[in-house]
């Protein structure tokens, strides 16, 4: 059975930082595309990013909204993807759910990050 | 930047048939996915590629793509198929990922 549990959310100042993880199992990780996405409070879902397998040279993608400020990065030996967030705005508070970029995606539960003063 | 534009409420009576549409420039070459989101849950995954339906999923939701417009289909619908509804594709780069604005689902 896939499962995806997110850690790392809590309260952050704006222009703070903070790193999500998401340990993964019941697949084989280092073959599968990962994503990040997120959604504000009472607002839809909206696609922060992929990172590729190592195969395709682990290649990110990303979100106009976070680009620049948000990295995404794997550790397949320890199957966990991660989510790293620089320069938090307040308009970055949202549950952030890591999913499997796959034909079937596979979800976490989510991990809640609030950005303010 | 890509979009995928779907309508804010669809409403239907238990029983008849709801249809909630996603249009998006490239849908004629991209797949489209369909989540369920019920209230305070995570997102579920109802259709996939377009008109795949994941184990689990009831037999009343179906999904179509035809030209720039996928739909969702529910025949049949229940009351406990309220929820928030979102198609999600890719702008054909499969670099980019976006999904549609949802459509809030009433049943009553």
């Known amino acids: 059975e896939v499962q995806l549990v997110e850690s790392g959310g809590g309260l952050v100042k704006p222009g703070g930082s903070l790193r999500l993880s998401c340990a993964a199992s019941?697949?084989?990780?280092?073959?599968?595309?990962m994503s990040w996405v997120r959604q504000a409070p009472g607002k839809g879902l909206e696609w922060v990013g992929r990172?590729?397998?190592?195969?395709?040279?682990?290649?990110?993608d990303y979100a106009a909204s976070v680009k620049g400020r948000f990295t995404i990065s794997r550790d397949d030996s320890k199957n966990t993807l991660y989510l790293q967030m620089n320069g938090l705005k307040i308009e970055d508070t949202a549950v952030y759910y890591c999913?499997?970029?796959?034909?079937?995606?596979?979800w976490g539960q989510g991990s809640l990050v609030t950005v303010s003063s | 930047s890509y979009e995928l534009t779907q309508p804010p409420s669809v409403s239907v009576s238990p029983g008849q048939t709801a249809r909630i549409t996603c249009s998006g420039d490239?849908?004629?070459?991209?797949?489209a996915y369909w989540y369920q989101q019920r209230s305070g849950q995570a997102p579920v995954l109802v259709i996939h590629?377009?008109?795949k339906r994941p184990s689990g999923i009831p037999e009343r939701f179906s999904g179509s793509s035809s030209g720039t417009m996928a739909t969702l289909t529910i025949n049949g619908a229940q009351v406990e198929d309220e929820a928030d509804y979102y198609c999600?594709?890719?702008?054909?780069?499969?670099?980019?990922?976006?999904f549609g604005g949802g459509t809030k689902l009433t049943v009553l």
């Open positions: 999913t499997t970029a796959t034909t079937v995606p596979h």
């Open positions: 019941g697949f084989t990780f280092s073959y599968a595309y």
């Open positions: 990172i590729k397998s190592k195969t395709d040279d682990a290649t990110t």
């Open positions: 490239a849908l004629p070459k991209k797949y």
């Open positions: 590629e377009d008109s």
């Open positions: 999600y594709s890719t702008d054909g780069s499969d670099d980019h990922w976006v």
